[in-house]
């Protein structure tokens, strides 16, 4: 039987959250809660609430939000890991043999790392896993065969994931996921063609471009008077891919 959208429950998984520069997670999750899904956020790390869009605090998002970051220090960490290792015992006690096996996972379990990932997952049910950028996808896939997590997961794919990913890290470094998840969304067709020439099975890559509700930016005519200057304002990270260089070059001319 197909579930009803309001029995739908969704699991986000990102780097870093909340984010002021990633307001389309924000808005995602906003959106699919007015449509009666339920969300919960993981994230690996716990981002800035400072300048953050409203709609975090309208959603109380904060609530939702779980954090898989194990402490810094080794004290806090060990402390911290008895009453996870004892939550895990209790509703699932193979998932903690795997969780600590060192000859499988090597430094991330004897670091306690995976015990601390994995432990806010526990007891939980969901329907799909929506991993946002692929870094965050391939750290979730420890978290997915110590669970046995089998339900769909589906990936996107946004920018540096597919370009300084590519470049920096080994050529196999997506080569678990592009079995494991079931659908990769990207940016654009230029995107799909570049991931699908790393290897990304063609028939699992969607270009759904990330929108922005049009309605929140009503339409102001704006005209400007001979002898006026042109004053342009561009937002945007101050690297290389942005393209401020080009746009110095073009306002020059």
Do not use: W
């Not at 402390?79 to 699932?92: D, E, M, S, V, Y």
């Not at 890290?169 to 790393?198: G, I, T, W």
């Not at 759904?208 to 042109?230: L, M, N, T, W």
């Amino acid at each position: 039987m197909a579930l009803d959208k309001h029995d739908l429950r969704v699991a986000f998984v990102t780097d870093v959250f909340p984010v002021i520069s990633q307001t389309f997670i924000i808005n995602q999750v906003a959106d699919l809660l007015d449509r009666g899904v339920q969300v919960e956020i993981f994230t690996y790390n716990r981002g800035s609430r400072e300048n953050i869009s409203s709609r975090y605090e309208t959603y109380r998002m904060e609530e939702r939000t779980h954090y898989l970051q194990r402490p810094p220090s080794t004290l806090r960490r060990l402390t911290g890991a008895l009453p996870r290792a004892f939550r895990i015992l209790r509703t699932n006690p193979l998932a903690l043999v795997r969780a600590i096996n060192c000859f499988k996972y090597g430094r991330k379990a004897f670091s306690l790392r995976l015990l601390f990932e994995v432990a806010p997952f526990v007891g939980k049910r969901f329907d799909i896993v929506h991993c946002h950028f692929g870094t965050s996808a391939v750290s979730f896939l420890d978290i997915k065969d110590i669970l046995k997590i089998d339900i769909p997961l589906v990936t996107t794919l946004y920018g540096f994931d597919v370009s300084s990913v590519f470049q920096k890290s080994p050529a196999q470094f997506y080569d678990k996921l592009k079995c494991e998840s079931s659908l990769f969304l990207v940016m654009s067709d230029n995107m799909k063609q570049r991931v699908v020439a790393h290897g990304f099975p063609e028939h699992k890559v969607k270009v759904h471009p990330a929108s922005i509700d049009v309605s929140s930016y009503p339409f102001c005519e704006r005209k400007q008077r001979v002898g006026e200057p042109i004053e342009i304002v561009s937002v945007g990270r101050l690297v290389e891919k942005k393209g401020f260089d080009d746009l110095l070059r073009a306002l020059a001319i």
